[in-house]
C-alpha cells in the first residue's frame, strides 16, 4: 500500500462490495464514496445488463434465477483483473455460492443492514424487480437473504433511522480506519 496525494493506493485487486437488501442504497453510497476517495465504482446489476442486453426482469423471466445468479459470477470474474473499485451489488448476489466466494476473495464485503420496510419505502419501483411479487414476499426474501449477507459481510452497517449522509460518513470512517480507502 502507498500514498498518492493523500489517498490510498492498493497494489492487488482490493474491491470493497457493497451488499444489503433491495433499495438500501448501495448504488448510491458507491457512487458518492467513489466521488470522495477518487475510486471508480461499478453497479453489477447494470453491468449484468449490458453484458446480456437485457433487463434484470428479462433474464429472470426467460432464463430464471440460476442464469442471472451466473452471469453475476461472470460480471464478478471479470473484475478479477481490475483494482481499487467500489462494487454496488444486486440484492441477491448473496444467492450465489461463487459470487460470495469471488467477493472475498478480491477484497471486502459491506453489508448495509436495513428493515425491509425501509427498503420498500426506497424503491421506486418495487415492480421492476423480479423477486418482489408482492410485499409479503419481499419480507419473505429480506428473511432468506438476512442471514446470508449477514455471513458473507466482513463489515456491517447499520442503516435503520439514518440518514443517507450519515450511513455515507458511517462507510467513509469505518473504509478509512481499516485502511481500504
Not at 485487486?13 to 453510497?29: N, P
Not at 466482513?154 to 473504509?175: G, H, P, S, W
Request: net charge negative; hydrophobic share 35%; proline share 2%.
Amino acid at each position: 500500500m502507498a500514498s498518492a496525494g493523500g489517498y490510498v493506493v492498493h497494489e492487488d485487486c482490493d474491491h470493497i462490495f457493497f451488499v444489503g437488501f433491495h433499495g438500501a442504497g448501495k448504488s448510491t453510497l458507491a457512487r458518492n464514496l467513489g466521488g470522495l476517495f477518487r475510486r471508480d465504482y461499478v453497479d453489477t446489476d447494470r453491468m449484468v445488463e449490458r453484458m446480456r442486453g437485457l433487463s434484470v426482469c428479462q433474464i429472470f423471466e426467460r432464463e430464471g434465477e440460476e442464469s442471472f445468479r451466473r452471469d453475476e459470477a461472470k460480471v464478478l470474474r471479470g473484475l478479477l483483473s481490475r483494482k481499487s473499485l467500489l462494487v454496488s451489488c444486486g440484492g441477491g448476489i448473496v444467492e450465489g455460492r461463487e459470487s460470495c466466494e469471488l467477493m472475498h476473495r478480491m477484497g471486502t464485503v459491506v453489508y448495509l443492514d436495513g428493515d425491509v420496510e425501509d427498503s420498500l419505502r426506497q424503491l421506486r419501483h418495487p415492480e421492476l424487480r423480479p423477486d418482489f411479487a408482492t410485499v409479503d414476499c419481499a419480507r419473505s426474501l429480506h428473511v432468506r437473504r438476512r442471514p446470508l449477507y449477514e455471513a458473507t459481510s466482513d463489515y456491517t452497517i447499520d442503516i435503520r433511522n439514518r440518514t443517507f449522509e450519515q450511513v455515507c460518513a458511517d462507510a467513509a470512517q469505518l473504509l478509512w480506519e481499516k485502511g481500504l480507502l
